[in-house]
Every structure is written in structure tokens, then in C-alpha cells.
């Protein structure tokens, strides 16, 4: 069974920076692809980055130049570094994964597995 459990959330100020984490486990991420979500209050759930398991990189338009998404098959993480944070920003994240063998992709219905979430809040 594949469970995904993310940390790292918080309150940051405007400009400032957060790095997300993503533990996996029943599933190794160096042969996953795996991406990472957000939704806010009131709105629908949308992508924010993808990753490939051969390290192809995908990012929504309003995060280019702002996040990195990268994987640590060590620890078996998949991690999502916020800089310049906006307000914009706040939301709930959610880490997922794919199917095994399956490609990276923007699409929420691509995602097999999710994990509960953690909140970032962007604030002064």
C-alpha cells in the first residue's frame, strides 16, 4: 500500500522561503513519477509541479522561477523548495503519486495516490 505523508508547512512571510517534503512508502520514487498539488480556500485543487522518474521537471506558469521540485531516493522524498513566496501562495499542498511506469502529468485524474496535506500560509 502506498502512503504519502508530507511535512514542512507553515506561516512565512511574503518573500520568504519554505521547503516542503513528501515520505513515501510502498513505493519507490526513483521509479515514480510524482507531483505536487495545492488548493486553496474556495477553489479547485491545481497543479503546481511534476517530476519524472527519469527527472524530467514541470512547473505551473504562476511558481516558474520560484519552486524547485527534487527527489532524494535515499530518503525516498520527494521535496518542493519555495522561494519568493507570495499570498498567493497560501494553500493546502498535496503530495501524489502515479501509477508505476506512468509518466509525469499536469492533470489531477492522472494521480493515483495522495497524501493529507499540509498548510502553507503566506503572511505578514
Known amino acids: 500500500q502506498v502512503q504519502l505523508v508530507e511535512s514542512g508547512g507553515g506561516l512565512v512571510q511574503p518573500g520568504g522561503s519554505l521547503r516542503l517534503s513528501c515520505a513515501a512508502s510502498g513505493r519507490t520514487v526513483s521509479s515514480t513519477a510524482m507531483g505536487w498539488f495545492r488548493q486553496a480556500p474556495g477553489k479547485e485543487r491545481e497543479f503546481v509541479a511534476a517530476?519524472?522518474?527519469?527527472?524530467?521537471?514541470y512547473y505551473a506558469d504562476s511558481v516558474k522561477g520560484r519552486f524547485t521540485i527534487s527527489r532524494d531516493n535515499a530518503k525516498n522524498t520527494v521535496d518542493l523548495q519555495m522561494n519568493s513566496l507570495k499570498p498567493e501562495d497560501t494553500a493546502v499542498y498535496y503530495c501524489?503519486?502515479?501509477?508505476?511506469?506512468?509518466?509525469?502529468?499536469?492533470?489531477?485524474?492522472?494521480?493515483?495516490?495522495w497524501g493529507q496535506g499540509t498548510q502553507v500560509t503566506v503572511s505578514s
Open positions: 517530476i519524472s522518474w527519469g527527472l524530467n521537471r
Open positions: 501524489a503519486a502515479r501509477g508505476a511506469g506512468a509518466t509525469a502529468t499536469m492533470t489531477l485524474e492522472g494521480y493515483d495516490h
